[in-house]
C-alpha cells in the first residue's frame, strides 16, 4: 500500500488541498530573500548566540531562543519568531492557500506544509547560520519564576545552532547539573554544531535557559496549570514496510521549548490587549464531563472537588506522577480527552473570550509557529501592525470568521492524523489477529467506544463485549478485524 497517497487521499476527504496551484508556484517562483540592510524599526541582533531545539528532521524552524543573567537574579529571556508575513503578504495565492488550510498536516508517513516548502523550509525557516528577520519576544522571567515585564519588536536573528530534543534532553539530565565541573562537555551524545560559538558557551545557554523554563513551569504549576504526558506514537519503516511503532517521550528539551513558548504566547495575547488590538484567543473551556475525572481520582484513591477547580486536579496529577511515572501517561490521556478539545475565538480587548482550563490562563493566544499555523500568522500580522502603528488588519468580523474556520480545520486536522495512525497501525497489526492485548479507554459515546493498547501504541474500537466500559478504564481486548485501506482496527472486550 502507497501510504502517502492513502494520506493525500484522506486529506482530500477532510477538506484539505495538500497540493499547491499553479498561482502558488508562481508566486514561488517569482519570490526572492528579502534585502537585509536599510530596514527601519528593526534591530540588531544576530551578534546574541540564538538556537533553536527541534526535531533532528525538522527544517519548518519557527523559534529560535537565547537568555542573559541579569545583575537581580532575574533572567532575561529573548524569544524570536520567524516573520513570515513579510514573505506571505495579506491575500496573496500563497496566504490564500494557508488560509484555507490552516495547518501543516503531520500524518507520520508524509508532510503536507501549509506553506510551501521553499518558504517553510526555507526563506521563512530560521535555519542556522541564516540572517533571518523574526518578531522578538522580549521577557525578563524573576527568580520567583513571575514575568515582571515583557515587550515585542521587530529584528533580525541569526540561528547559531539547530539542537536536537532528545541530545539536548539527555544532556540536560545527565551533564546540565553538573556544567561546572564539566564546562566544554557536551555528554551525553550531544552534538553542538556552533560554528559561531564555543561549546563552552552554547552548553552555558542551555543550562540558563533551562533555568528559566523551570521556573516558568513552577509559577504556572502553582497558578493551577496541568503538567500532563501523554504518549506519541510514529512509525518506523524499513526498506519501505512498516517494522514497529516508536514513542515519543517528553524530556526536560521538550519541556523548555514548550515553556517558553506558552510563556511567548501569553505574553503576545496581553501586548495586543495592552495596545487595544483585537486577537485570536486559543480557549480549553471548563470540562463538560468533569464528574469523570472525579470518579478517575476516585478510583485512584483521590477526592476532586464536585465542580471543575484547575488547582485540585493539577494537585492531583502531581501525585500520581510522583506514585507511578511509567503509567502517568495513561491517565494523562484520559484526562486530556475528558478536557475536550481546544477552539479559537475573538478576542475584543476589554473582553475575555474564555480561559485556557489547561494552563489556568485568560491571557493566551497561539503566534511561536507562523510557517506552520494560520492562527500564528494572523497574530502575527496585528503584532506588526501595532509596533508600526498602522491600522488593524484585520476587522473583528473577519477575525471571528478566520477562528472560527481554524477550529474547524484543526478538528479536521486530527482526523486526519487520527485516521493516518489507524491505518499505519493496521498494517502493523495485520498478522496479530486473534491476539489480546492490555488497553485503556481512551473514547466512549453514541460513536462507539475507543481504546488504546499499552503495547503497541494502537488506536481501534471496541465492536463487541463493550458495556460498562468508559474513559480511563484499563480493560483487555482481543483483535478480531483488520482493515488497512480504511485505517479499520477492531477489539472485542475479553471478560
Not at 107 to 114: A, E
Not at 167 to 190: N, P, Y
Not at 452 to 460: H, K
Not at 465 to 471: L, T
Amino acid at each position: 500500500m502507497n501510504l502517502a497517497s492513502v494520506a493525500h487521499n484522506i486529506a482530500v476527504s477532510r477538506g484539505f488541498e495538500p497540493d499547491f496551484g499553479a498561482d502558488v508556484e508562481r508566486e514561488v517562483a517569482a519570490m526572492r530573500p528579502p534585502k537585509i540592510d536599510g530596514v527601519s524599526g528593526v534591530r540588531d541582533l544576530r551578534q546574541l548566540p540564538w538556537s533553536s531545539i527541534d526535531n533532528r528532521e525538522s527544517r519548518d524552524l519557527d523559534q529560535v531562543e537565547v537568555a542573559e543573567q541579569l545583575a537581580n537574579g532575574a533572567i532575561r529571556v529573548r524569544i524570536g519568531i520567524a516573520d513570515v508575513d513579510l514573505l506571505v503578504p495579506k491575500g496573496s495565492a500563497i496566504d490564500t492557500h494557508a488560509n484555507h488550510n490552516t495547518t501543516s498536516l503531520y500524518t507520520g508517513v508524509v508532510v503536507f506544509p501549509m506553506l510551501p516548502r521553499e518558504l517553510s523550509e526555507g526563506m521563512t525557516s530560521l535555519l542556522p547560520d541564516q540572517d533571518r528577520f523574526a518578531i522578538v519576544i522580549d521577557l525578563v522571567v524573576e527568580e520567583d519564576g513571575r514575568v515582571s515585564s515583557y515587550d515585542l519588536s521587530r529584528a533580525l536573528v541569526r540561528n547559531h545552532a539547530k539542537l536536537v530534543y532528545e541530545e539536548v534532553g539527555a544532556w540536560l539530565e545527565q551533564d546540565g547539573s553538573h556544567h561546572e565541573r564539566s564546562e566544554g562537555s557536551a555528554g551525553s551524545g550531544m552534538q553542538l554544531q556552533t560554528p559561531a560559538f564555543a561549546r563552552s558557551d552554547m552548553t552555558k545557554q542551555l543550562v540558563l535557559q533551562r533555568e528559566a523554563a523551570k521556573r516558568l513551569k513552577e509559577e504556572r504549576l502553582r497558578a493551577g496549570a496541568l503538567e500532563l504526558d501523554t504518549i506519541e506514537a510514529r512509525p518506523v519503516t524499513r526498506d519501505g514496510k512498516i517494522v514497529d511503532l516508536a514513542v515519543t517521550r517528553k524530556n526536560l528539551a521538550r519541556d523548555l521549548i514548550e515553556d517558553f513558548m506558552i510563556a511567548a504566547n501569553i505574553a503576545t495575547a496581553r501586548f495586543l490587549e495592552d495596545h487595544g488590538s483585537s486577537g485570536i484567543r486559543r480557549v480549553v473551556r471548563e470540562p463538560q464531563r468533569w464528574a469523570r475525572i472525579v470518579d478517575l481520582a476516585r478510583l485512584h484513591g483521590e477526592r476532586l472537588p464536585e465542580s471543575p477547580d484547575a488547582r485540585a486536579l493539577a494537585d492531583f496529577l502531581s501525585r500520581m506522577r510522583a506514585k507511578d511515572a511509567m503509567r502517568f501517561p495513561d491517565l494523562s490521556l484520559s484526562v486530556v480527552k475528558l478536557l475536550g478539545r481546544g477552539e479559537y475565538r475573538l478576542d475584543l480587548p476589554g473582553k475575555d473570550p474564555g480561559i485556557h482550563f489547561g494552563l489556568a490562563a485568560h491571557d493566551y493566544s497561539h503566534t511561536t509557529a507562523p510557517n506552520r499555523r494560520y492562527a500564528d500568522l494572523i497574530q502575527q500580522r496585528l503584532v506588526k501592525a501595532v509596533l508600526a502603528g498602522a491600522p488593524q488588519p484585520y476587522t473583528n468580523d473577519e477575525l471571528a470568521a478566520l477562528a472560527s474556520h481554524a477550529t474547524e480545520m484543526e478538528d479536521a486536522a486530527q482526523k486526519v492524523e487520527r485516521q493516518m495512525r489507524k491505518v499505519v497501525a493496521a498494517g502493523f497489526l495485520q498478522s496479530r489477529v486473534g491476539q489480546t492485548f492490555d488497553a485503556i479507554v481512551t473514547g466512549e459515546s453514541k460513536k462507539g467506544t475507543y481504546v488504546r493498547l499499552l503495547q503497541p501504541p494502537a488506536e481501534g474500537r471496541v465492536v463487541r463485549n463493550e458495556e460498562g466500559m468508559d474513559v480511563g478504564d484499563r480493560v483487555r481486548v482481543k483483535l478480531i478485524h483488520v482493515d488497512q485501506e480504511r485505517g479499520f482496527i477492531d477489539f472485542a472486550g475479553v471478560r
